[in-house]
Structure formats: structure tokens, C-alpha cells
């Protein structure tokens, strides 16, 4: 009877473990896409837009009203178009550009580059709340200097997809992707 009991209780226990793991992981994805850090806007050296879709744009242009930054980067991925200075209202240097690979990564590898030449030691940068963590983790292996991120908000209908999508590039990230 003993052996009967004894494969039947290490199923249970795999699954239970399985579950539990299940459960762990659900609940650790949703904390970093759902729930991110986010970092109130203040004085840095410039202002990075992260290609996407949603309101990154008017988000970025609203930033740089304030006058918080001198320099606004756009990633040109997520909008067709460059805003210049007498959009924004105020004297500030716009760069635009299309980063290479065109994702997350070649963004975080353009902000760095941009950071080195033009002395920069902290930017803010734009996204939406899905992809803050992940943005993040990208960027910071690439900038030394202070990361800041401000987000739009994602409507629910496109919640589904973002979860599905963020889980597996943050995935590919930790996992793939390990260098800037």
C-alpha cells in the first residue's frame, strides 16, 4: 500500500511545485509590467522618447514645454515625424533618429552613445507603463548615468497583447540578450 502512496504523493508534490512556480512567475510579471517604478519628471540633460505606440509623442513634447531638459531625443519607431522647437515652444535642441536594431536595444545603445558625446548624466525617458522595467533593464546596461522614466498610460484593449508581447521580449532580455 506503501507504494502505492508514494508515487501518488510525488505527483501531488509536482504539481503543487509546478503551480506554485506558475504562480510565482504570473505574479513577478505582473509586478514589472503591470506595476513599475515610476519616476517623477525633474531637471535632467535630456529627454528620450522610446519608439512606440500611444502618446509617447505629446508626452515628450509636453516634458520639454516645461523646460526641464535642453535636449529632446526621438526614436522614430512608433512616430513618423520629427518635432522641432517651435512645436515644443521653447529653444531646445531636437535629435531625431532611427536606432539600429530597431527595438528597445538599439535605443538603449543610441541614449549611450548620445550620453558620450554630448556629456550627458541623466535622461528621462518616455515609454509606456508595459515596457518601463523592461526599458530599464536595457538602458541601464548600456548608460552609466541616472535613468528616469516617465510613462503614458495604455488603454485596457491593448493590455492583452503588451502582456503577452513584454513577457517575452523581457524573457528574450534576461535570457538571450544579457550585454548593451
Known amino acids: 500500500m506503501?507504494?502505492?502512496?508514494?508515487?501518488?504523493?510525488?505527483?501531488?508534490?509536482?504539481?503543487?511545485?509546478?503551480?506554485g512556480i506558475t504562480v510565482l512567475l504570473v505574479l513577478s510579471t505582473v509586478r514589472i509590467i503591470v506595476f513599475p517604478r515610476i519616476?517623477?519628471?525633474?531637471?535632467?540633460d535630456a529627454i528620450f522618447m522610446l519608439g512606440g505606440p500611444g502618446p509617447r509623442l505629446a508626452r515628450t513634447v509636453e516634458l520639454a514645454?516645461?523646460?526641464?531638459?535642453?535636449?529632446?531625443?526621438?526614436?522614430?519607431?512608433?512616430?513618423?515625424r520629427c518635432p522641432?522647437?517651435?512645436?515644443?515652444?521653447?529653444p531646445v535642441r531636437v535629435i531625431c533618429f532611427w536606432p539600429d536594431p530597431k527595438t528597445t536595444q538599439g535605443?538603449?545603445?543610441?541614449?549611450a552613445r548620445l550620453a558620450r558625446i554630448h556629456g550627458w548624466n541623466s535622461i528621462l525617458f518616455v515609454t509606456d507603463r508595459s515596457q518601463?522595467?523592461?526599458?530599464?533593464?536595457?538602458?541601464?546596461?548600456?548608460?552609466?548615468?541616472e535613468?528616469?522614466?516617465?510613462?503614458?498610460?495604455?488603454?485596457?484593449r491593448d493590455w492583452p497583447y503588451l502582456f503577452a508581447y513584454q513577457t517575452?521580449?523581457?524573457?528574450?532580455?534576461?535570457?538571450?540578450?544579457r550585454d548593451c
Open 147 to 156: 535613468v528616469l522614466v516617465d510613462v503614458v498610460e495604455t488603454p485596457l
Open 39 to 44: 519616476d517623477q519628471p525633474r531637471p535632467v
Open 84 to 90: 522641432d522647437a517651435a512645436e515644443i515652444g521653447r
Open 132 to 145: 518601463d522595467s523592461r526599458a530599464r533593464l536595457r538602458i541601464e546596461r548600456c548608460y552609466d548615468g
Open 168 to 177: 517575452a521580449a523581457t524573457v528574450k532580455a534576461l535570457v538571450w540578450q
Open 2 to 19: 506503501d507504494a502505492e502512496r508514494h508515487p501518488r504523493s510525488r505527483r501531488l508534490a509536482i504539481r503543487y511545485g509546478v503551480l
Open 107 to 111: 535605443e538603449a545603445r543610441e541614449a
Open 65 to 80: 514645454r516645461s523646460g526641464i531638459a535642453p535636449t529632446v531625443v526621438v526614436s522614430m519607431p512608433g512616430t513618423w
